[in-house]
């Protein structure tokens, strides 16, 4: 687990939430980026940032992260027009 929050995500939780939403994926077999995803999500979540996040079981390719992809921009647009 990373020891310390990235210095620009810092910036941003200690600024406080704008008014937007950040979507965050990350698969389970991205080695790293899983725990750097877990820091970001919980920094920015205690700053009051409207963020979903998902993990996957999947690595970082397209076979993986294309559906996650599309789920994340519903997610973040809406359905659309019914």
């Known amino acids: 687990m990373p020891e310390d929050i990235p210095w620009v995500i810092d910036l941003y939780a ?4 704008r008014p ?3 979507h965050l ?4 077999h ?10 970001v999500y919980d920094a ?3 700053a009051g940032y409207r963020m979903p ?3 996957y079981n999947g690595g970082h390719d397209y076979a993986c992260w294309h559906s996650a992809l599309a789920d994340g921009l519903v997610r ?3 359905p659309g027009p019914g």
């Open 20 to 22: 937007l939403t950040i």
């Open 14 to 17: 200690e600024a406080g939430p």
């Open 53 to 55: 996040f998902d993990e």
């Open 25 to 28: 994926d990350v698969g389970l």
């Open 44 to 46: 920015l979540g205690s």
């Open 76 to 78: 973040l647009l809406g």
């Open 30 to 39: 991205e080695g790293l980026m899983v725990d750097h995803s877990r820091v």
